[in-house]
């Protein structure tokens, strides 16, 4: 499995062991051009429930050789995704899904934290091995 | 040349047919943590001024094979930059520079036009092979 798949699966699991369903692998959303459903296909989007909360789940490995560049990439894709579930979902919340060496090594620095906390991105920090959630970070 | 150099030497030019003078290539911005100066060394901002207007451009060529990705990138990065550029040089208004054949294949769609409006993302489009800035949209 390449990276990507490793961090994927264990976003899954470790949703499943905090009590969520997973309901959709991918989440599939469509506008009315049908482009971001062909692109989330290659950057699939998770989907789970527990109770009546519904979420959705961006999974990143930061697995690239700059992690501000991939961080780009992440915060374009959250923020381009929230827009899309806004008007398709608007119930479902939107978080990133963060593994834990990648948090304390990376997203503790001053442009992640002003970022996150400008644009208002929920995270997912987990721990991949344990294949536990180690915190909701709203 | 890449296509990258040859779409930042083409937005170089169009500002300078529009009466701007380029002051900074790249233009470079420092967090505590140094992290953005070494991305933006591979992703150059361009700084430039006219009159008493101070500007910073990002260029994208999108040239990668799909849009919306590129898309997702564009925007992590215009809003990073912003963030530091409200730190650190807070006069200077920031650009995204998108060729005229990407603005109307690409940017007329739902996806873009949403998030450019929810983001208030500023766009110069540019004629690369006229070297002429076709319209400011702030």
């Known amino acids: 499995m390449s ?3 490793i961090f ?9 062991n905090d009590g969520w369903t ?12 049908g482009q971001l459903q062909i692109d989330l296909g290659a950057e699939r989007l998770l989907a789970a429930q527990r109770q009546n909360k519904q979420i959705a789940v961006e999974v990143k490995s930061f697995t690239a050789p700059s992690a ?10 959250f923020l381009n995704y929230r827009i899309v579930l806004k008007l398709k979902d608007p119930e479902r919340v939107l978080y990133l899904a963060v593994p834990l060496e990648i948090y304390e090594a990376f997203f503790l620095r001053q442009l992640p934290q002003l970022s996150i906390e400008e644009y208002q991105v929920k995270l997912i920090i987990f721990d991949p091995e344990q ?3 180690v915190r909701w970070q709203t």
């Open 3 to 5: 990276a990507r798949d």
């Open 8 to 16: 994927h699966e264990a976003v899954k699991a470790s949703l499943e």
């Open 22 to 33: 997973i309901t959709h692998d991918p989440l599939t959303l469509d506008l009315a051009d």
């Open 68 to 77: 501000t560049s991939e961080f780009h990439t992440a915060l374009g894709q």
């Open 131 to 133: 294949r536990m959630i």
